[in-house]
Nanobody, 113 residues
Framework: QVQLVESGGGLVQPGGSLRLSCAAS????????MGWYRQAPGKQRELVATITSGGSTNYVDSVKGRFTISRDNAKNTVYLQMNSLKPEDTAVYYCRREYSRDWGQGTQVTVSS
């Protein structure tokens, strides 16, 4: 099991930017596929973006062109850069090791004027 801790959430105006971080434990982080998910009030949790050990990425259509997932293996950290934020991006964002039951505690992102 890998421990995951998210940070970087907060309140931002529409059109603004935010960068989320997910710090992972363990010495094998570099080989792990990672993902970011989000859950808005009253809605199902959805996959936002994934990144493989080789750096290949995938995104849900609603964030393509606005969000970027990346990783820094030297820091055991996965990032989610969020630009051009919209009110509908408001949710709790979670980091996850793909194909596992390892989840972070979540960080709140609120987009509002």
């Amino acid at each position: 099991q890998v421990q995951l801790v998210e940070s970087g959430g907060g309140l931002v105006q529409p059109g603004g930017s935010l960068r989320l971080s997910c710090a992972a434990s363990g010495s094998i982080f570099s080989i792990l596929p990672m993902g970011w998910y989000r859950q808005a009030p009253g809605k199902q949790r959805e996959l936002v973006a994934t990144i493989t050990s080789g750096g290949s990425t995938n995104y849900v259509d609603s964030v393509k062109g606005r969000f970027t997932i990346s990783r820094d293996n030297a820091k055991n950290t996965v990032y989610l850069q969020m630009n051009s934020l919209k009110p509908e991006d408001t949710a709790v964002y979670y980091c996850r090791r793909e194909y596992s039951r390892d989840w972070g505690q979540g960080t709140q992102v609120t987009v509002s004027s």
